[in-house]
């Protein structure tokens, strides 16, 4: 299955996921990411925060792996 190409995210886009019943939303910054008030400029840093384990924050997000349907 050919692979989707995510868009360039954005300074002021939202990213949002659900997770254990939980929406996140992390907010994108010309330097990175704002989640929970704190500025990161790696997503998987997030997902970990998020998930408590090593986790891809693109996957997490949404961001990578769509394929066409």
Known sequence: ??????????SGGRL??????????????DTGFVWNGARDRSLSAIARAIIGAHWSGP????RKGKTLR
């Open 16 to 29: 949002l996921c659900q997770w254990s019943g939980v929406t996140y939303t992390v907010e994108v910054t």
């Open 1 to 10: 299955m050919p692979v989707l190409r995510s868009p360039v995210l954005k």
């Open 59 to 62: 996957r997490l997000f949404g």
